[in-house]
């Protein structure tokens, strides 16, 4: 089994920063993957971009390329979303996932991820 728990949500000016935290906890890590994605309000769940836990390889979705910046800290299982230049469009439920087996589902898809944090309400405001 894995936790995941993110933390640093909150209300921001558009323009503003953000750091989202997501503590992993259970089984080691060093094989997976990790995936941001975001939810707002009546929208599916949108893929944000993830970093491999061993090499931090990061991939990002078109609409975050440039402002957000995903990291890793291995020595405290801990994933990081710096969102920078943030947008009322960002304003969304923000949530970790862990990919921890070889799944048919691409990992740009919500279905690519088999462990789920509770989500951090993220909201931008104009």
């Known amino acids: 089994q894995v936790q995941l728990v993110e933390s640093g949500g909150g209300l921001v000016q558009a323009g503003g920063s953000l750091r989202l935290s997501c503590v992993a906890s259970?089984?080691?890590?060093?094989?997976?993957?990790m995936g941001w994605f975001r939810q707002a309000p009546g929208s599916e769940r949108e893929f944000v971009g993830t970093?491999?836990?061993?090499?931090?390889?990061?991939n990002y979705a078109d609409s975050v390329k440039g402002r957000f910046t995903i990291s890793r800290d291995n020595t405290k299982n801990t994933v990081y979303l710096q969102m920078t230049s943030l947008k009322p469009e960002d304003t969304a439920d923000y949530y970790c996932?862990?990919?921890?087996?070889?799944?048919?589902?691409?990992?740009?898809?919500?279905?690519?991820?088999?462990?789920w944090g509770q989500g951090t309400q993220v909201t931008v405001s104009s």
């Open positions: 970093i491999s836990w061993a090499y931090g390889r990061t």
């Open positions: 996932a862990a990919r921890t087996k070889p799944l048919p589902t691409p990992m740009t898809q919500a279905g690519g991820y088999d462990y």
């Open positions: 259970g089984r080691t890590f060093s094989s997976y993957v």
